[in-house]
């Protein structure tokens, strides 16, 4: 061989070596990736896990449920044992009496007993007019120790939901001792140590948050050992990192918004890598309409009634939900308590919707886009989640489709957390929400009626609100079945004849992981998952 050739020889061998060395490293690489993904979940997150205050609203509802626990839990046979293993209620139903568990410490080490209970409740009621719209946080009058693993929540009046919100997600679950601040919690925590599953061990804002297996675990030590929350925009960002396996595992989030659309997930779930598991239904999107905005058309019963006409529930069911959510008519889908109640039907009807415009006032002459009404035009402004690309493609063709009756709808994307305000603030015509779901209605989100933080602005511009209200404090505190019943009847009746509230869809809860995921089961709520009960085959 000439000198030259033999050189380039070399070149190309030591090359051929060389990629074979990187391929080798490479599947040692992927080797070691599987491994970690055999024992953690990463997930997509459109928004940060926020402040882990249990005691607050502001933090991710599924990375506080990993973290922390309550007294009890509800569940498809009712309220089961929790961190107490049994409770009794007195005869006049004003006292509750909680028997802990004994084997429970705080992730640091602090034991979990009545003095722990009583200063977290303590805490949340120091707090009361943050948790106005929780009945029960204007029903207890005191929390008293028993001995260690006894303690005594008593109320002001009998209130049959007080389990039922003792099992929330939040406020009334607990924190040590150790991370209060003062003896309170209201101004902020040192720490986030609960009694879950997780431990919250890292937290990059904006990044991920990481949540490790708590190994003394009064309930076993999970198998997931690992789970990562992985700040991920919805859409194309987070298919793409579900295709390159730098996340895993989605689902429904706490603003009942999917991180990808149903043709992506498909997509993926074809790929061979991925299944997809849907809960029943657990809430009803829907539209809240201020009826309390005297200056807008929007307070006119109308014209809400017009919005509900017009809006085709089995299109959006069926075209941009695939199928995966049903047509909702009502506030609460038939397998919510008390929600068996006969109500007027209002379907989709494009001529109905304008001959109700017409009656109300609201003119459309032959040359005119929009309807006017004593000089004025029939133009609203309806808000979405930024993060949702589902509410975004709704908003869209609700504005379409509400075009042809004469109606001008402006829509605006926002963040989740700019939506809260406006909805607590008033300023808003209409905007995307979503019921508590199965496991706190219908009471949780008709409590949240007369909450200025919730759902007052929608109901307050009611011809009968204050009948409404009446009713509601008077079905809360009720310890007569059918009296409940009865009133929930007349609450329903109320809200739907008036149009305040305009259901779109029943929603689910939808969890695309790993084919070879099992365990994936749901709980009543549709802010937590069990991942304590997932493993890998």
């Known amino acids: 061989m000439k000198k030259n050739t033999v050189v380039v020889f070399i070149m190309v061998m030591f090359s051929i070596f060389l990629l074979a060395g990187c391929t080798q490293a490479n599947k040692s690489d992927d080797s070691s990736s599987d491994i970690v993904l055999k024992t ?12 882990m205050n249990p005691h607050l609203y502001t933090g991710s509802m599924p990375a506080q449920g990993m973290v922390y626990e309550s007294l009890v839990e509800n569940t498809a046979d009712g309220i089961k044992p929790l961190l107490a293993e049994s409770w009794d209620i007195s005869e006049d139903g004003k006292t509750y009496t909680f028997h802990l568990r004994k084997d429970v410490k705080f992730h640091d080490g602090q034991p979990f007993n009545a003095e722990a209970v009583k200063l977290n409740i303590d805490a949340v009621q120091h707090h009361a007019e943050k948790h106005a719209w929780i009945k029960l946080s204007t029903k207890i009058t005191s929390v008293d120790v028993v001995d260690e693993h006894t303690v005594k929540i008593s109320l002001s009046e009998p209130y049959y939901p007080t389990l039922v919100e003792l099992s929330m997600t939040r406020p009334y679950v607990f924190l040590s001792p150790n991370d209060f601040m003062a003896g309170q919690t209201k101004e902020g925590v040192k720490g986030h140590h609960g009694t879950g599953p997780y ?15 708590n190994e003394s675990y009064w309930g076993g030590s999970p198998a997931i050992k690992k789970m990562t929350a992985k700040v991920l925009p919805a859409g194309e960002t987070t298919f793409l990192a579900l295709q390159k396996g730098e996340v895993n595992f989605i689902f429904t989030d706490d603003r009942g918004a999917d991180s990808i659309d149903v043709e992506a997930m498909s997509q993926l779930v074809d790929s061979g890598d991925y299944q997809l598991i849907r809960s029943e239904a657990m809430n009803t999107k829907m539209i809240a309409a201020n009826s309390s905005k005297s200056d807008s058309p929007v307070s006119e019963t109308a014209v809400r009634e017009a919005i509900w006409h017009a809006i085709d529930r089995e299109t959006i069911s069926n075209e941009i939900f695939g199928g995966t959510e049903t047509v909702a008519n009502t506030l609460f889908s038939a397998n919510v308590n008390y929600a068996n109640v006969e109500l007027k039907q209002r379907g989709y009807d494009l001529e109905a919707a304008a001959a109700v415009l017409d009656n109300a006032g609201w003119a459309r002459g032959d040359n005119e886009r929009v309807r006017t009404k004593n000089g004025k035009e029939l133009a609203l402004k309806l808000y979405y989640d930024s993060n949702s690309s589902s509410q975004k493609t709704q908003a869209e063709f ?30 808003y015509d209409l905007l995307f929400n979503q019921t508590w779901g199965l496991a706190y209605d219908p009471q949780s989100t008709i409590a949240a009626f007369t909450s200025e933080a919730s759902y007052l602005h929608t109901t307050s511009g009611m011809k009968q609100a204050e009948e409404l209200y009446r009713k509601i404090d008077e079905v809360m505190v009720s310890t007569k079945e059918e009296q409940r019943k009865a009133l929930y009847a007349d609450i329903m009746k109320m809200v739907h004849d008036e149009a305040v509230f305009i259901p779109i869809t029943n929603g689910s809860v939808t969890v695309l992981a790993p084919k070879d995921l099992k365990g994936i089961t749901f709980k009543q709520t549709q802010f937590e998952l069990p991942f304590e009960q997932m493993s890998f085959e």
């Open 398 to 427: 609700i504005q379409s489709s509400v075009s042809e009756i004469g109606m001008q709808l402006e829509i605006i994307g926002e963040e989740s957390t700019s939506i809260a305000n406006r909805r607590a603030t008033g300023d």
């Open 199 to 213: 431990m919250l061990t890292e937290h990059k804002v904006d990044e991920q948050a990481v949540f490790t297996a």
């Open 40 to 51: 953690g979940l990463v997930y997509a997150s459109a928004k940060d896990i926020n402040d």
